[in-house]
């Protein structure tokens, strides 16, 4: 079945720096890319996502950047602020389901 | 907010014993999901719904049954309960359409058994 990869599992950054997260996924039928930030106590809460017929997508401060060929997808946040601290969470689709990363916990420091 | 609603918040029982997790939702979405999320794991799938009375299994759903009698209820069941299955568990719909579209997850139940 699918497996999704997510690095690093934590990541500090100063605050105005920049955060990038990394997922590899196994199935290469998968077509739909989601990520999920998810603050303490929480719901976890879409914050951006790709269709695999596109290479990058960008809102704001986030992007998402997909290779499909080497089934990698990124997140970067500019600009970090001390509200980005969260656990965030990369997906990708399998059938009707997403499958999820194990999370990385992104600390923000001003 | 997506209008999920699960219930209970919280809940904590003893092992051996039955307990069941309600999710409902307003929306009408055909498409309903159960995760568990553990500290290191992540959210992992335990079973899904495509239409009333239409379910199938996750990663980890063994220990676990659902029903969905109607559109809005999902219903998750640990026939037995297990110290391996306190964790926080997670209710999702589908937006709109089966795929190329992202879940909506409910607040959690929290469960701890003892």
């Known amino acids: 079945g699918e497996n999704v990869e997510q690095h690093p599992s934590t990541l500090s950054v100063q605050e105005g720096d920049s955060a990038v997260i990394k997922c590899t996924y196994s199935d290469s039928a998968s077509n739909y890319f989601p990520w999920y930030k998810q603050e303490l106590g929480k719901r976890p809460q879409l914050i951006i996502d790709i269709r695999s017929n596109v290479g990058e997508k960008k809102d704001q401060r986030i992007a998402v950047t997909l290779n499909k060929t080497a089934k990698h997808f990124s997140l970067h946040i500019t600009e970090t602020q001390p509200e980005d601290s969260a656990v965030y969470f990369c997906?990708?689709?399998?059938?009707?389901?997403?499958?999820f990363g194990k999370g990385t916990t992104l600390s923000v420091s001003s | 907010d997506a209008g999920i609603t699960q219930s209970p918040r919280h809940k904590v029982t003893e092992t051996g014993t039955p307990v069941t997790l309600r999710c409902h939702q307003t929306?009408?979405?055909?498409?309903m999901y159960w995760y568990r999320q553990d500290p290191g794991h992540g959210l992992r799938l335990i079973h899904y719904s495509y239409g009333v009375k239409d379910t199938d299994k996750g990663e980890v759903s063994d220990g676990y049954s659902v029903s969905r009698s109607k559109t809005e209820d999902f219903l998750l069941t640990l026939e037995s309960a297990t110290s391996s299955q306190t964790s926080v568990y997670f209710c999702?719909?589908?937006?709109?359409?089966?795929?190329?579209?992202?879940?909506?997850f409910g607040n959690g139940t929290r469960l701890t058994v003892t």
């Open positions: 929306e009408n979405h055909r498409y």
């Open positions: 997906a990708a689709s399998v059938g009707t389901a997403l499958i």
């Open positions: 999702a719909i589908r937006d709109t359409g089966p795929h190329n579209s992202p879940l909506h």
